[in-house]
């Protein structure tokens, strides 16, 4: 009989990195004779109020066990409360739902996920894209309003002490990319024995060069971007205005855009930059399309303002297609200047990112340079290389000591009750008077 694992996410099913990292792991636990589980913190989704969020909660309190992507899904309500307080998810914090596993992977994009796991002592595995302050100045810099507001929240620290507890809490912190293994050895240099580079696994079997796919190639000549095009932190205002200046000296030149269909703003800067024949969005393709584009792309162009890793970079280069990004973060160490790619420092400068892939294109060596993108990937990231290191740290630390000392059970009771009680007492400072009015007025017989 097939032991149980469990794989622990609140990330939404909807395609993405994080549940490409989810699917890894299921298959891989699959083959090594697990029968894994993955548990999914789910919230109310929409444009609701807060009194419909708590409706919507308390109607789906109940554990619940469906099948998502074909993955056996256990999902569980997180409580609409602020951000500094959602990921203490009552189900994986107090009840008994995690508690019978030696070990967990935790798969997300910053490390709370594992909040719970590291409240109760439960041993865990973490493999996370990036620092969660990163990711929100990211954001910020492409006009996130929210993200703007948590970093300049008065209970920001205490979103990056529930961080700090979890990192320190990991028996074993897989960094998706070796920038954010840098950047967590950086800020907590206690844990960097603890920290390995480890990087999304890719099929090298059907992911490799396809040496006549630019020949043939119905689209000419073309860069490629893959990715969720609207997402204000893949920058795609960047590579349009970068592309036109491109085209000014590669004419027939074009760009293909998959993955979300355009929004008006991109549509419209198309039309404003005259460049309605040259762009292609595709939309979301099949996997064999996907693969013939990357096959076929003169280079894949990146132009995010942060990622934590992207995917589709080591996509490109299994496939033997050099990358141009932007210093974001992970593709940095991936991406190397002169081996696989070309990385523009500038990340705000339309005539940089240009320059970059003219200087590119123009590259003698672009051919020997396909080549040694595939073998990067093959020495890299190719998939027995990523499983084997999977495994080890699963190994590792399913045996691991569990549960708190008496200290650290003290803690985090403590813990557990300042954060509800500065919650609790928020609430009641801001709605103050209609508590008086509504509740103690009537109880205290109270004269209006």
């Given at each position: 009989?097939a032991?149980?694992a ?8 909807s ?24 548990y ?10 807060l009194?419909q ?7 789906q309190w109940k ?8 993955l ?31 070990c ?20 865990y ?5 990036t620092l ?23 209970t920001?620290?205490i ?10 809490k990991?028996?074993?912190i ?24 480890v990087?999304y696994?890719?099929d ?7 040496h006549?796919?630019?020949s ?8 490629l971007l893959?990715a ?36 008006d703003?991109l549509?419209s ?19 064999d399309?996907?693969l013939?584009l ?23 280069l ?16 991936i ?6 790619g070309?990385?523009?420092?500038e ?8 320059q ?7 590259d ?5 340079m396909?080549?040694?993108c ?27 000591p ?10 985090t ?7 509800l ?11 103050w008077?209609?508590i ?7 109880l ?5």
């Amino acid at each position: 009989m097939a032991e149980p694992a469990a794989i622990l996410t609140i990330e939404a099913a909807s395609p993405g990195g994080v549940p490409a990292l989810v699917d890894a792991i299921y298959v891989l636990m699959k083959t090594w004779g697990y029968e894994p589980t993955v548990y999914r913190a789910q919230f109310a989704e929409g444009n609701l109020s807060l009194p419909q969020r708590i409706a919507t909660t308390l109607r789906q309190w109940k554990a619940r066990r469906v099948e998502e992507r074909g993955l056996p899904t256990v999902l569980v309500p997180a409580p609409p409360v602020p951000l500094w307080l959602f990921y203490a998810v009552p189900h994986f914090l107090l009840g008994s739902l995690l508690g019978a596993y030696e070990c967990i992977f935790v798969a997300s994009g910053s490390a709370h996920v594992a909040l719970p796991l590291a409240l109760r002592g439960i041993p865990y595995v973490l493999w996370i894209a990036t620092l969660y302050e990163d990711e929100l100045r990211a954001k910020m810099s492409a006009g996130d309003k929210w993200a703007q507001r948590v970093l300049n929240s008065p209970t920001w620290p205490i979103l990056q002490a529930q961080e700090r507890w979890v990192l320190n809490k990991a028996a074993r912190i897989m960094a998706l990319s070796p920038h954010t293994a840098a950047r967590i050895r950086e800020w907590l240099p206690n844990v960097a024995d603890r920290v390995e580079t480890v990087l999304y696994p890719v099929d090298t079997t059907r992911f490799h060069p396809h040496h006549e796919a630019h020949s043939v190639a119905a689209e000419g000549e073309y860069l490629l971007l893959a990715a969720r095009i609207t997402d204000p932190r893949k920058n795609v205002p960047l590579l349009l205005r970068a592309f036109a200046l491109v085209k000014q000296q590669r004419p027939h030149l074009r760009l293909v855009l998959v993955g979300e269909a355009p929004d008006d703003h991109l549509l419209s800067l198309v039309a404003a930059l005259s460049l309605e024949e040259a762009v292609i969005f595709r939309g979301v393709v099949p996997p064999d399309e996907l693969l013939r584009l990357y096959q076929g792309a003169a280079l894949f162009v990146l132009p995010s303002a942060q990622e934590g890793l992207g995917i589709v970079v080591l996509e490109a280069l299994a496939c033997g297609t050099p990358v141009v990004t932007l210093a974001s973060g992970g593709p940095e160490g991936i991406v190397i200047d002169g081996l696989t790619g070309r990385v523009v420092v500038e990340v705000d400068d339309p005539a940089a990112l240009a320059q970059g892939i003219l200087d590119l294109l123009d590259d003698p060596d672009r051919p020997a340079m396909r080549a040694r993108c595939a073998a990067f990937a093959q020495e890299h990231f190719a998939y027995p290389l990523i499983a084997e290191k999977l495994r080890a740290a699963y190994e590792a630390v399913r045996n691991a000591p569990r549960g708190l000392s008496r200290i650290g059970q003290v803690i985090t009771a403590v813990w557990v009750m300042f954060v509800l009680a500065t919650y609790v007492l928020r609430q009641m400072t801001l709605h103050w008077a209609s508590i008086q009015q509504r509740i103690i007025d009537p109880l205290l017989g109270g004269v209006p």
